[in-house]
């Protein structure tokens, strides 16, 4: 049999919608496994321990409106930590998404593993692996594959302390539109896609970025070690790392994530910089900071898109979960956006439908986190993106402050524009 057909056989060998590169029987699987260690005493304890450090961390009184959704927020956290368990024996590594919305597929409610900023346009997967074996990820282009894809070696569950990373335009794909990245203690040596492991490395963190929704899709991905495997760990064993994670994660998730976005005058967009000075994607720029905004006011941000293929703005709740972006527009990528005029990008940010094509819809939210993306950026930018200006405004003056050719969205249009959102999104979970 050939390599290549080994191949296939190992991509597909747990398909279980084959149009869906997500729908797989190790995420099923894992998604059950970490339902289980979530509902445990330990990780009870575990929610326990994180909620009162998160209020611990928390230097000003929060609304009424914010603390609804605090018990929401660690309990995704949490998860997020189980999740990171169930996918935690480098000797059989396999591939799982996290950071996800709550979904509903192949008979199971799973809950929500939003935390960090996740972006709605990403498809977050993991695979386990340590720094003395030697792995290979086996993957498969899509029809449309996505906008910008990365593979970052990561040394810590939180996904944040980065080893190394791969952009997509480096990537090599064979004639037969397979891929394959090997991860070992050695270097490159002539070696394509290879990432040079070391004894603090934990995952291999991949981000699909998808601006198409209703055409693009993630790459199909496997992975196999290629050494003698240690002994798997016991449940129990599974249970007591979740808690060790989210002990770990809890005070950096606070200080790095929570910190750095409310770290600024509310209502103020920072100057873009690189998103690996505060553990982000070291290919990537962002802005991100924290809104307040009434029922009748908008805030209005001017950005240019410089040469990035992939750019993005989301706004997320006040512990940083993205917030529903599949019936509302509370967030837009680069191909979701209508440009100004003169070829920069003004979003409109509120509670209320600004009558703006551009607008970020906050759902009824008042306050919370905001964030800026630019992905695949050049090493030697010539024309950086950066933040051309803002403003809060009342919404009755709001056509005062609004730069020329800003485009505008009827009431039909808006209902089309959340249509269709909704029935893309739809798709990422059918079985």
């Not at 321990?49 to 309990?75: C, K, Y």
């Not at 690996?276 to 805030?299: C, K, M, N, P």
């Not at 009827?410 to 079985?431: H, M």
């Amino acid at each position: 049999m050939s390599r290549t057909a080994n191949d296939l056989d190992l991509l597909f060998a747990g398909a279980l919608v084959p149009a869906n590169p997500l729908a797989t029987a190790d995420q099923r699987d894992l998604e059950s496994l970490a339902i289980r260690i979530y509902n445990t005493p330990e990780l009870a304890a575990a929610r326990a321990r994180a909620s009162l450090l998160w209020l611990s961390r928390i230097t000003q009184r929060p609304s009424t409106e914010a603390m609804a959704s605090f018990d929401g927020a660690v309990a995704e956290f949490v998860f997020h930590c189980a999740l990171n368990a169930a996918n935690s024996d480098p000797g059989r590594p396999r591939v799982l998404k996290v950071e996800g919305e709550p979904h509903h597929w192949f008979g199971m409610d799973v809950p929500g593993a939003r935390r960090g900023g996740n972006n709605a346009d990403n498809a977050y997967r993991i695979i386990p692996v340590d720094g003395t074996g030697q792995f290979e990820i086996v993957g498969q282009l899509a029809a449309s594959p996505p906008t910008d894809v990365t593979f970052t070696l990561i040394a810590n569950t939180a996904m944040s302390k980065t080893i190394r990373t791969i952009e997509w335009r480096d990537i090599r794909v064979d004639d037969d539109g397979l891929f394959r990245i090997t991860i070992d203690p050695t270097e490159a040596a002539g070696r394509a896609n290879h990432l040079q492991s070391r004894g603090d490395a934990r995952y291999l963190f991949v981000r699909d970025s998808l601006t198409d929704w209703n055409r693009q899709t993630a790459n199909r991905m496997a992975a196999r070690r290629l050494d003698a495997p240690p002994p798997p760990p016991d449940f129990d064993e599974l249970v007591r790392r979740a808690a060790a994670y989210a002990d770990e994660d809890t005070a950096y998730y606070w200080d790095m994530c929570m910190g750095q976005s409310y770290s600024f005058a509310v209502n103020t967009v920072p100057p873009v910089r690189n998103a690996g000075a505060f553990g982000g994607l070291v290919s990537q720029s962002g802005s991100t900071g924290h809104y307040r905004i009434a029922d009748d006011e908008a805030l209005v941000v001017t950005v240019t898109l410089g040469s990035a293929p992939y750019m993005s703005f989301m706004v997320h709740d006040p512990w940083w979960r993205t917030l529903p972006f599949a019936p509302r527009t509370a967030s837009l990528n680069i191909a979701q956006i209508v440009p100004d005029a003169d070829g920069a990008v003004t979003f409109v940010v509120g509670p209320t439908d600004p009558g703006v094509h551009n607008w970020i819809d906050t759902g009824g939210v008042h306050e919370g986190i905001f964030y800026f993306r630019w992905q695949g950026l050049p090493p030697d930018d010539a024309s950086p993106p950066v933040v051309r200006g803002y403003h809060l405004t009342k919404l009755a003056q709001l056509r005062e402050v609004l730069p020329k050719g800003v485009a505008t969205a009827t009431r039909a249009e808006r209902a089309a524009q959340r249509a269709a959102r909704q029935a893309a999104v739809a798709g990422w979970w059918e079985d």
